[in-house]
């Protein structure tokens, strides 16, 4: 990579006793702000640390020295230096007159997209997201660069507050032949924009800070008319923008739909959902985690789509290693696929079809179960993980510390009940399904019979969701001192869970033995077969030895009964992958 930063010019511009401890620093390179307030120690801060550059306290003087050195602070409370990717931010008292400045060190880093060059070379639109500081604005400059020299597009930057091309007329040589349209105010931003394709005629339009609902309805006029779109939103993930009812139209926008009744039983959901409301104004976002590592999705509306429904998008990670290839993982069973010698500054990222996961010929036979593979180191020594994938390879890593869970037995009296009633225990089921009930009590050979007649109940037990609006059963419940048990949910785990605790039985955070006839609903080999895979599974590796496991793809029925045994013991799991190679992930505890 190639970076210009004209630092020389920003520190001419500070007073000398706040420029000379910066001009020898051995971080010099890596500065990214100067932080001048009233009263207070210059500060200059770094990536991972920030330094006073004085002990005498930042007076009115110094901060006049550093304004006339600067352009004119516009209504966004920022100012340039002419030529120069630089940006001076103002902190005003109430009456207006400046007590702070923040003096942003500007970079042009060529090169910086290589890691996906290859997406911006399809014609799509990208939105890019991340925190501040990580890079956007220097990515967006890049890329107006490439499209303009290297593909030869013809592309306008809507430059609101100088930040993209520098201060002054004449745009920084950063953007190579890309024109740069100013915004005389901030609130005319979007009215810019529309100017912008009507009048120049471009092929792409680069914005910046994309933040109000007039900017995103600009952004989709845009799209819609055939022009290629390149900018950054307010959020750090994707998911901000879903939340975000200013924004949420970049990704396509959320509203809530009314299902009918045989939808939702097929989709297994409420009758009221979310659903994407149209198409996303933008094709491809890019999640910028860190300067390096970046997460894409490919397609947009796909990944709304998918995060609706409570699943984990199909997603790229894509990072930059030290010696400059790029690797990129995707949330699957294949290897991340790897570009030995593609620097950043190079070419296009020619990025080749990552084959989905195919199942092998006698795999479900073969019966194997095995811990998931612990990450490559390139891609372990990153910073926190943001994604299940990352969170799942955490725990294979910290794994080899965790001691076995020890196994408890559990008991019960076989005299009373909870209240010293005589078994077997009369239950009323209100709300619960009650051929689940007797399958339970069945199954485990439980001293429970089930009673219409809440008169002569020992005990009533209810789903919490139906007992906050039943105020006539809790007067019952109260009026007739039957006590009144509730469960979060009917599944089978929550029932079994219920009525060993109505039975004075131990409640182990580990059950022993899990019977499996409980969770098959027909009984087939294919059922049976599953459920004992994942019984294996969890009392082999996930418990003993605290690793979480990868189970076969099953189907989604057969997946239900699997997560039910899980939760039998427990424990957490998630499916992933594309049908008909989903699949469950468990958890340790």
């Not at 020299?149 to 004449?170: F, P, Q, Y």
């Not at 943001?386 to 969170?391: D, G, P, S």
């Not at 009533?460 to 007067?475: I, P």
Request: hydrophobic share 40%; proline share 7%.
């Amino acid at each position: 990579m190639q970076i210009t930063d004209d630092l020389n010019r920003l520190l001419d511009i500070v007073p000398d006793e706040i420029r000379q401890p910066l001009e020898q620093h051995p971080q010099r390179n890596n500065l990214i702000e100067i932080v001048m307030d009233l009263g207070r120690q210059p500060e200059a801060r770094f990536p991972s640390l920030a330094e006073p550059l004085s002990q005498t306290p930042v007076s009115k003087a110094h901060l006049k020295y550093c304004i006339e050195r600067v352009g004119h602070f516009g209504g966004d409370n920022r100012a340039g230096i002419e030529q120069t990717l630089h940006r001076i931010s103002a902190l005003r008292n109430r009456s207006g007159e400046i007590i702070g400045l923040t003096l942003r060190v500007g970079r042009a880093v060529f090169g910086t997209i290589g890691i996906i060059r290859d997406l911006v070379e399809t014609g799509q639109s990208i939105l890019m997201l991340g925190r501040p500081g990580v890079g956007k604005t220097t990515a967006l400059r890049e890329i107006a660069r490439v499209l303009a020299d290297d593909l030869e597009k013809r592309v306008v930057i809507i430059d609101t507050s100088n930040e993209i091309a520098g201060d002054g007329d004449i745009p920084h040589p950063a953007i190579g032949r890309a024109r740069r349209m100013q915004v005389s105010r901030p609130e005319l931003q979007h009215q810019v924009m529309i100017e912008a394709v009507e009048n120049h005629m471009p092929q792409v339009i680069v914005i910046d800070e994309i933040g109000t609902e007039l900017e995103a309805l600009a952004a989709r006029t845009i799209a819609e008319r055939g022009v290629q779109l390149v900018g950054t939103a307010h959020g750090n993930r994707i998911e901000n923008l879903m939340k975000n009812p200013t924004l949420a139209d970049l990704i396509g926008g959320i509203q809530a739909v009314t299902l009918g009744d045989d939808e939702a039983r097929r989709r297994g959901s409420q009758k009221t959902v979310l659903e994407r409301k149209a198409p996303p104004t933008f094709e491809i976002a890019v999640e910028m985690l860190e300067r390096q590592r970046w997460v894409i999705h490919e397609r947009v509306a796909d990944s709304i789509d998918t995060l609706l429904r409570g699943r984990e998008p199909n997603q790229q990670i894509r990072s930059v290693s030290d010696s400059g290839e790029v690797i990129i993982e995707r949330e699957s069973a294949a290897p991340p696929a790897r570009f030995p010698g593609m620097a950043a500054s190079s070419g296009p990222a020619a990025v080749s079809p990552i084959r989905p996961v195919t199942p092998i010929s006698g795999w479900r036979s073969a019966g194997k179960m095995v811990p998931m593979p612990a990450p490559s180191e390139n891609f372990a020594a990153k910073s926190a993980p943001v994604a299940e994938t990352r969170y799942f390879e955490q725990l294979l890593e910290e794994s080899l510390s965790i001691e076995p869970v020890p196994q408890q037995r559990g008991r019960y009296s076989q005299n009373v009940g909870p209240n010293g009633e005589d078994l077997p225990l009369h239950v009323y089921p209100y709300g619960i399904a009650r051929h689940q009930l007797e399958q339970v009590i069945s199954t485990l050979n439980l001293p429970v019979q089930l009673t219409k007649d809440i008169e002569s109940a020992d005990v009533v037990l209810a789903l919490r969701s139906n007992v906050r609006n039943q105020s006539k059963l809790r007067h019952l419940a109260k009026t007739r001192q039957v006590p009144l048990h509730t469960i979060k949910a009917g599944t089978i785990p929550h029932v079994a869970r219920a009525l060993r605790r109505l039975l004075d039985m131990d409640d182990p955070g580990t059950p022993e033995v899990a019977d499996l006839a409980l969770f098959a609903r027909s009984g087939s080999s294919d059922e049976l077969e599953a459920l004992e895979e994942t019984r294996l599974a969890v009392e082999q590796i996930v418990i003993p030895k605290g690793q979480p496991v990868e189970l076969l793809p099953r189907s989604p029925n057969v997946r239900k009964m699997q997560h039910e045994l899980v939760e039998h013991y427990h424990l957490k799991s998630h499916s992933f992958g594309e049908e008909p190679n989903r699949r469950l992930r468990i958890f340790p505890a």
